[in-house]
């Protein structure tokens, strides 16, 4: 099993729809959860992080943990063209150094 | 100025020359990283530096080396290019106290 396990997509959401993106890792002990966000051709950009079980918010994004699943998913919420890019779960696994583990990605096509 | 520089962003070479990409960063960070990046595989970690002098390899080092010239500077450079190390290379810092990296516009490499 990968580490870190991501649909490659392309997920295709009409303008205005929610999003879900999803995400499993094979550590139980990973401690913190990222969601970067990387446009074609560009380098990864931070939208969020998540390390306690449930939800958190920032805006149209709300990223969701469950440890006992080992799942994490990030929601966008009304969704826009200009949110079609690559998302890249990414997990810090325990006795990694803090170095993060990153999942291949998932393409995201937001369709006006 | 962009926070973490690399340079040059675009390079091709021929299999068996030797090429150096070089990676600034302003903010002070301790941590620095070189990632590659494949369609269809993700980011991967090739090294990785917790100061000047602290090396350590990654998950594909081989082919590669580092150097740590600063705080503020970290090269990569491929001893005899071969046409499987054409890629995207992220240059990346993050502080000590957070897991939040930060990543430079990438070097694209391709080796003919």
């Known amino acids: 099993q990968k580490e870190v396990e991501q649909n490659s997509g392309p997920l295709s959401v009409p303008e205005g729809a929610i999003a879900s993106l999803n995400c499993t890792y094979s550590?139980?002990?990973?401690?913190?959860f990222f969601w970067y966000r990387q446009y074609s051709g560009k380098s990864p950009e931070l939208i969020m992080f998540i390390y306690s079980n449930g939800d958190k918010e920032d805006g149209r994004f709300t990223a969701q943990l469950n440890k006992a699943s080992q799942y994490v998913s990030l929601l966008i919420r009304d969704s826009q063209p200009s949110d079609s890019a690559t998302y890249l779960c990414?997990?810090?696994?325990?006795?990694?150094?803090?170095?993060?583990?990153f999942g291949k990605g998932t393409k995201l096509s937001v369709k006006p | 100025d962009a926070d973490v520089t690399q340079t040059p962003r675009n390079r091709i070479t021929k299999t068996g020359k030797r090429i150096m990409l070089e990676c600034s960063q302003t903010k002070g960070h301790d941590r620095m990283y070189w990632y590659r990046q494949d369609p269809g595989l993700g980011l991967r970690l090739i090294y990785y530096?917790?100061?000047?002098?602290?090396?350590n390899k990654g998950e594909i080092s081989d082919g590669y080396s580092v150097s740590r010239q600063a705080q503020a500077k970290f090269s990569l450079s491929l001893e005899s290019a071969i046409p499987n190390q054409t890629a995207l290379y992220f240059c990346?810092?993050?502080?000590?106290?957070?897991?939040?990296?930060?990543f430079g516009a990438g070097s694209r490499l391709t080796v003919l």
């Open positions: 530096s917790f100061d000047v002098k602290d090396i």
């Open positions: 990346a810092t993050r502080g000590s106290g957070a897991n939040v990296l930060t």
């Open positions: 990414a997990v810090n696994r325990r006795g990694s150094q803090g170095n993060l583990i």
């Open positions: 550590d139980r002990g990973s401690q913190s």
